[in-house]
């Protein structure tokens, strides 16, 4: 295949103008922004306040950065473009130095324990991830950039969230035989249980993350890949709160961000588990038990799905993380809807169930088990990474087999 040389020598010239915002849902929004804030102050006082706005923060970043944690994958096996792995190596890199020293010295912000994104290598892990980069591939509508795709991405995106809603509970449902009945390994810290300490494994991620970012400039100066289309975008003060971000700025505003995260609820930021239990909670109220799921055993997770969920942490994030989104989405007149092809709901719909199944049996999915594991030296997170690419590379081979894609 020719490669494509990069695009027009200032691809912001030709970015496209934002639209008007949405007035009405905007206040919706705010309104829903303040009825929680209520409700976790009056959960958890300030812990549960702050890290709802810390979620607002990370939602409205996602948005402007438009950082894709799905779409990175696919770039590198769709188009070769290597713009957003650095970026994320970036990330990966300012995370993993934030998170050291707050391991070390068990740095929290409300006596919380903390505990990095550490999880055991099971056969979940590796099919789990696997599975979720092939469903990703498919139909990722529950990546950020759903949020500002076009020809029909937000109308996708409800069905890929029903289906990794759907997935989530049924990988919850799974979750003893990937990970109870068959052989599996105890979680390794990369930091504490190899000899290497904390400044150790840092400095070999870092080495890692170094070199991967070298690698892909000197692919991209090789093969002259086509660049990342331009994003919608406004001019002076109004790019900060309108307009898109570069990716280095995203990248280091979520490393940030999610440090904060840990360091105000004693653990990094997870999504998967805030999907789980909100499917789990509504089978309950359908009348169906799952308390004696596998899943449900551990007595940390049971305690969140027992109690409401204002009083779960990572719900509460999460609750922020969706609004901040929004709200972006409303400032950019973007929350708008069209019809999409029954072929490509179906593919939403069949992708985000995979999706969710892969991430509730694989620990956590772009955000637990890729973003905060690796920042957390977790040996799991760099095992779900390659099988997840994995995934995304088969899924595509499959696509372009049965003639889905041009490429």
Do not use: C
Not at 227 to 249: D, E
Not at 251 to 257: D, F, G, S, Y
Not at 290 to 313: C, F, G, K, N
């Amino acid at each position: 295949m020719t490669q494509k040389k990069a695009g027009p020598s200032n691809p912001k010239s030709s970015a496209p103008t934002l639209k008007d915002p949405q007035n009405m849902l905007f206040i919706s929004g705010i309104l829903a922004v303040l009825i929680i804030t209520y409700f976790a102050f009056q959960a958890s006082g300030f812990e549960f306040m702050l890290l709802f706005w810390t979620g607002v923060l990370i939602g409205f970043a996602l948005f402007h950065a438009h950082f894709g944690f799905a779409a990175v994958y696919r770039q590198i096996v769709e188009t070769g473009n290597t713009e957003m792995l650095r970026a994320h190596m970036l990330m990966l890199g300012i995370a993993a130095t934030l998170f050291a020293p707050i391991l070390m010295f068990d740095i929290n912000a409300f006596s919380n324990t903390t505990e990095g994104a550490l999880s055991p290598i099971t056969f979940g892990v590796v099919i789990g991830a696997f599975l979720f980069g092939f469903g990703m591939e498919m139909g990722s509508g529950i990546a950020p950039a759903s949020f500002y795709e076009e020809k029909g991405g937000r109308t996708a995106m409800i069905f890929t969230l029903f289906g990794f809603l759907t997935g989530a509970v049924i990988g919850a449902y799974h979750f003893g035989f990937w990970n109870e009945a068959l052989p599996s390994a105890p979680e390794i810290s990369l930091a504490e249980d190899t000899g290497l300490g904390h400044l150790g494994a840092w400095g070999m991620q870092s080495a890692i993350f170094a070199l991967v970012i070298i690698l892909s400039y000197a692919y991209k100066k090789r093969k002259r890949p086509p660049l990342l289309p331009a994003s919608p975008t406004a001019v002076g003060w109004r790019k900060i709160i309108f307009g898109s971000w570069p990716l280095w700025v995203g990248a280091l505003v979520l490393a940030v961000l999610n440090a904060a995260v840990f360091i105000i609820q004693g653990e990094p930021w997870k999504l998967t588990a805030a999907f789980t239990l909100w499917g789990s909670k509504l089978l309950m109220n359908l009348g169906i038990d799952v308390t004696q799921w596998e899943y449900w055993i551990a007595e940390e997770r049971i305690r969140a799905l027992l109690a409401p969920a204002m009083m779960d942490s990572v719900s509460v994030l999460n609750f922020g993380v969706i609004l901040g989104a929004f709200l972006s989405l409303t400032l950019s007149g973007m929350v708008r809807f069209s019809k999409i092809p029954p072929r490509f709901a179906l593919l939403a719909l069949a992708g985000g169930l995979l999706m969710g199944y892969g991430a509730t049996i694989s620990f956590g999915a772009n955000i637990g088990a890729y973003f905060s594991g690796i920042a957390s030296f977790s040996l799991h997170a760099w095992i779900w990474a390659v099988m997840a690419i994995m995934g995304v590379y088969a899924a595509y081979m499959v696509a372009k087999k049965l003639k889905l894609v041009s490429k």
